[in-house]
Protein backbone atom coordinates (compact mmCIF):
# COMPACT_ATOMS: atom_id res chain seq x y z
CA UNK A 1 0.00 0.00 0.00
CA UNK A 2 1.40 3.56 -0.59
CA UNK A 3 -0.91 6.34 -0.09
CA UNK A 4 -0.28 9.83 -0.97
CA UNK A 5 -2.19 13.08 -1.81
CA UNK A 6 -4.34 15.59 0.12
CA UNK A 7 -8.22 15.46 -0.49
CA UNK A 8 -10.60 18.24 1.41
CA UNK A 9 -14.10 16.55 2.01
CA UNK A 10 -16.83 17.82 4.19
CA UNK A 11 -18.46 16.16 7.20
CA UNK A 12 -22.30 15.52 6.50
CA UNK A 13 -24.89 16.05 9.39
CA UNK A 14 -24.16 12.61 10.55
CA UNK A 15 -20.31 13.33 10.93
CA UNK A 16 -19.18 10.97 7.73
CA UNK A 17 -16.60 12.13 5.06
CA UNK A 18 -16.00 9.73 2.26
CA UNK A 19 -12.94 8.50 1.80
CA UNK A 20 -11.23 9.04 -1.72
CA UNK A 21 -11.37 6.41 -4.06
CA UNK A 22 -7.48 5.61 -4.17
CA UNK A 23 -7.79 5.08 -0.40
CA UNK A 24 -11.08 2.79 -0.85
CA UNK A 25 -9.23 0.86 -3.18
CA UNK A 26 -6.55 0.12 -0.49
CA UNK A 27 -8.86 -0.49 2.62
CA UNK A 28 -11.34 -3.48 2.74
CA UNK A 29 -14.21 -3.12 4.64
CA UNK A 30 -12.29 -2.03 7.68
CA UNK A 31 -10.65 0.73 8.83
CA UNK A 32 -9.19 1.24 12.33
CA UNK A 33 -9.01 5.03 13.42
CA UNK A 34 -6.50 6.48 16.27
CA UNK A 35 -6.87 10.01 17.40
CA UNK A 36 -3.90 11.04 17.95
CA UNK A 37 -1.52 13.72 17.80
CA UNK A 38 -4.32 16.32 16.89
CA UNK A 39 -5.35 14.42 14.26
CA UNK A 40 -7.02 10.79 12.89
CA UNK A 41 -4.66 8.03 11.84
CA UNK A 42 -6.45 5.61 9.74
CA UNK A 43 -4.56 2.14 8.96
CA UNK A 44 -5.84 -1.13 7.83
CA UNK A 45 -6.11 -3.85 10.56
CA UNK A 46 -3.15 -5.42 9.65
CA UNK A 47 -1.42 -2.05 9.16
CA UNK A 48 -2.44 -0.57 12.61
CA UNK A 49 -1.27 -4.55 14.07
CA UNK A 50 2.38 -3.46 12.20
CA UNK A 51 2.24 0.38 13.17
CA UNK A 52 1.18 -1.20 16.84
CA UNK A 53 4.21 -3.50 16.69
CA UNK A 54 6.48 -0.81 15.64
CA UNK A 55 7.03 0.72 19.03
CA UNK A 56 8.44 -2.77 20.27
CA UNK A 57 11.90 -3.01 17.98
CA UNK A 58 12.98 -5.54 20.89
CA UNK A 59 9.65 -7.71 20.85
CA UNK A 60 6.62 -6.52 22.98
CA UNK A 61 7.35 -7.93 26.68
CA UNK A 62 4.09 -8.97 28.52
CA UNK A 63 6.18 -8.20 32.11
CA UNK A 64 6.77 -4.95 31.11
CA UNK A 65 4.60 -2.80 32.87
CA UNK A 66 5.62 0.23 29.81
CA UNK A 67 5.11 -2.48 27.06
CA UNK A 68 1.50 -3.41 28.72
CA UNK A 69 0.54 0.25 29.42
CA UNK A 70 1.58 1.62 25.58
CA UNK A 71 0.20 -1.25 23.78
CA UNK A 72 -3.08 -1.11 26.00
CA UNK A 73 -3.50 3.20 25.51
CA UNK A 74 -2.32 2.33 21.80
CA UNK A 75 -5.46 -0.40 21.20
CA UNK A 76 -7.54 1.09 23.44
CA UNK A 77 -7.68 4.59 21.49
CA UNK A 78 -7.87 3.17 18.19
CA UNK A 79 -11.81 2.36 17.02
CA UNK A 80 -12.45 -0.38 14.33
CA UNK A 81 -15.15 0.76 12.05
CA UNK A 82 -16.85 -0.67 9.09
CA UNK A 83 -16.95 1.42 5.18
CA UNK A 84 -20.62 1.76 4.37
CA UNK A 85 -21.57 0.87 0.76
CA UNK A 86 -21.04 4.65 -0.41
CA UNK A 87 -16.73 4.17 1.01
CA UNK A 88 -17.85 6.47 4.38
CA UNK A 89 -16.79 6.12 7.90
CA UNK A 90 -18.91 7.67 10.53
CA UNK A 91 -16.11 9.91 12.40
CA UNK A 92 -18.87 10.39 14.57
CA UNK A 93 -18.48 7.18 16.38
CA UNK A 94 -14.74 8.03 17.51
CA UNK A 95 -16.67 10.17 20.11
CA UNK A 96 -17.09 13.72 20.66
CA UNK A 97 -14.38 13.95 22.61
CA UNK A 98 -11.99 12.38 20.36
CA UNK A 99 -13.08 14.99 17.76
CA UNK A 100 -12.90 18.04 19.83
CA UNK A 101 -9.15 16.97 20.56
CA UNK A 102 -8.19 16.56 16.84
CA UNK A 103 -9.80 20.29 16.55
CA UNK A 104 -12.18 18.38 14.13
CA UNK A 105 -15.14 20.78 12.85
CA UNK A 106 -17.02 20.24 9.26
CA UNK A 107 -14.07 20.66 6.99
CA UNK A 108 -11.24 18.30 6.86
CA UNK A 109 -8.35 17.50 4.47
CA UNK A 110 -7.89 13.67 4.41
CA UNK A 111 -3.66 12.95 3.73
CA UNK A 112 -2.08 10.07 2.59
CA UNK A 113 1.03 9.13 4.19
CA UNK A 114 2.20 6.41 2.89
CA UNK A 115 1.15 3.06 5.02
CA UNK A 116 -1.54 5.15 6.48
CA UNK A 117 -3.95 8.01 6.23
CA UNK A 118 -4.22 10.65 8.34
CA UNK A 119 -8.00 13.19 8.89
CA UNK A 120 -6.93 16.77 9.69
CA UNK A 121 -9.11 19.46 10.65
CA UNK A 122 -8.86 21.63 7.03
CA UNK A 123 -7.62 25.00 8.63
CA UNK A 124 -5.11 23.17 11.20
CA UNK A 125 -3.76 21.39 7.89
CA UNK A 126 -3.11 24.59 5.75
CA UNK A 127 -1.34 25.82 8.58
CA UNK A 128 0.53 22.98 8.72
CA UNK A 129 1.37 23.33 5.28
CA UNK A 130 2.40 26.71 4.86
CA UNK A 131 4.49 26.26 7.65
CA UNK A 132 6.27 23.82 5.87
CA UNK A 133 5.89 25.52 2.62
CA UNK A 134 8.44 27.94 4.38
CA UNK A 135 11.15 25.75 4.83
CA UNK A 136 11.04 24.21 0.95
CA UNK A 137 13.29 26.45 -0.49
CA UNK A 138 15.98 25.27 2.31
CA UNK A 139 15.10 21.69 1.18
CA UNK A 140 15.31 22.55 -2.57
CA UNK A 141 19.00 24.06 -1.84
CA UNK A 142 19.77 20.66 -0.24
CA UNK A 143 18.26 19.05 -3.27
CA UNK A 144 19.75 20.47 -5.83
CA UNK A 145 22.58 22.80 -4.76
Avoid at 39 to 56: C, D, M, N, R
Avoid at 110 to 122: C, K, L, P, S
Wanted: proline letters at 4%; one cysteine or more; a negative charge.
Amino acid sequence: MYLTGTYKHNLDAKQRITLPAPFRKEFGEKVCLIPIGGKILGFTPEGHQAWVESYFPNGYNPRSKKDERLRFLLNAKTMTLELDSAGRLALGKLGAEALASCDIKREVAVVGNTDHFEIWDAEDYDKTIAELDESIDELDSLMYD
